[in-house]
């Protein structure tokens, strides 16, 4: 009938024979068993008409017992074989599954590199680049001016502090000091110099154009 349906596929005739193999394995078992009960029988046989004495239908018997043990031997064997027969297809089974399912996934993989464009990945690669080193420029720009307006700030608390550790250990109260002190010691602080005030500005200002040579050079990018 399977030129009215079309040619078995291959799965299908795997599948077909491991049920055949299958059904073999079982019938040889149950005639195995069988013949485990036959011995069973052919034994206490033997004994019972070995205690009557009758030694010519105990050697039959013995014989018999012999061929069934062989038999028994050989019904092991068989169904050892078609065990490997069957431990084979399904292997091929399994194996042809795999094929199949790799095939499927050569060919979504096919179609998806044809839809990638490479030189817009290329291109959207390239930009992402230039952003996040746009960016990082962006962040050190900025963590060194703040860096910077800070330093000062650091640095006068952590003189402060330095002071009244130093004053405390040797035992002076700085705000006594400053409370027993004549009014008339305490002086107005110096103006500070023309030059002083000229090399400040020149440092503030090589602080500023160095800062905004760098967000200029972000500008451009």
């Given amino acids: 009938m399977s030129f009215l349906f079309g040619k078995k596929k291959t799965p299908q005739i795997l599948r077909e024979n491991k049920r055949m193999l299958d059904r073999s394995i079982r019938d040889i078992e149950r005639e195995r068993q069988g013949l485990q009960n036959q011995e069973k029988r052919l034994i206490m046989e033997i004994k019972k008409t070995a205690k009557q004495g009758q030694m010519g239908a105990v050697k039959i018997m013995a014989k018999d017992l012999i061929r069934t043990r062989h038999q028994i031997t050989k019904f092991y064997a068989l169904k050892s074989q078609l065990q490997g027969v069957s431990l084979r297809i399904q292997t091929l089974k399994s194996t042809q599954a795999m ?3 790799m095939k499927g996934v050569t060919k979504a993989m096919r179609q998806m590199n044809r839809q990638m464009n490479l030189p817009s990945l290329q291109k959207i690669m390239q930009e992402f680049e230039m952003q996040n080193e746009k960016m990082e420029m962006v962040t050190e720009v900025m963590g060194d001016a703040i860096d910077e307006a800070l330093e000062g700030d ?10 009244s550790q130093v004053l405390d250990e040797i035992g002076i109260n700085i705000n006594e000091q400053l409370v027993k002190a004549p009014s008339s010691v305490v002086a107005a602080p110096a103006a500070p110099s023309k030059v002083a005030q000229a090399e ?3 440092e503030d200002g090589g602080i500023d154009s160095e800062l905004q ?3 200029d050079n972000l500008r451009k990018m």
Avoid: H, K, N, S
């Fill in 154 to 163: 650091e640095e006068e608390a952590e003189t402060e502090e330095l002071v």
């Fill in 99 to 101: 094929g199949e399912a």
């Fill in 213 to 215: 040579a760098r967000l």
């Fill in 200 to 202: 400040a500005a020149g």
